[in-house]
């Protein structure tokens, strides 16, 4: 089992930046791929960004590339999302995954709750 928590949501404005953190517990973290979904309201939960345990590899939905980085540090059993010049269409709730598969569809065995991030125009 591994329990995530995720932190680093609000309110911000078009063109600001935020960071999602998320602590993972009660497994081997470093054995783990990471992931970053969001969801919004009507819509299925959509794959963000990704990051593999082995060479810390990374992969992105074309919507993120070049504005988002997704990173993890092992030390703290972490992953982290920086998102930079946010865009309304951003808004959503952002889930941590773990054990994350590298194949589409993309999905992934744990997820925390959720944190909500609302980008304003």
């Known amino acids: 089992q591994v329990q995530l928590v995720e932190s680093g949501g609000g309110l911000v404005q078009a063109g600001d930046s935020l960071r999602l953190s998320c602590t993972a517990s009660?497994?081997?973290?470093?054995?783990?791929?990471m992931a970053w979904f969001r969801q919004t309201p009507g819509k299925e939960r959509e794959f963000v960004a990704a990051i593999s345990y082995g060479d810390s590899s990374t992969r992105y939905a074309d919507s993120v590339k070049g504005r988002f980085t997704i990173s993890r540090d092992n030390t703290k059993a972490s992953v982290s999302l920086q998102m930079n010049s946010l865009e309304p269409e951003d808004t959503g709730v952002y889930y941590c995954a773990a054990d994350f598969l590298f194949h589409i569809p993309y999905s992934a065995r744990y997820w925390g709750q959720g944190t909500q991030v609302t980008v304003s125009s």
């Open positions: 009660g497994r081997t973290f470093r054995n783990s791929h």
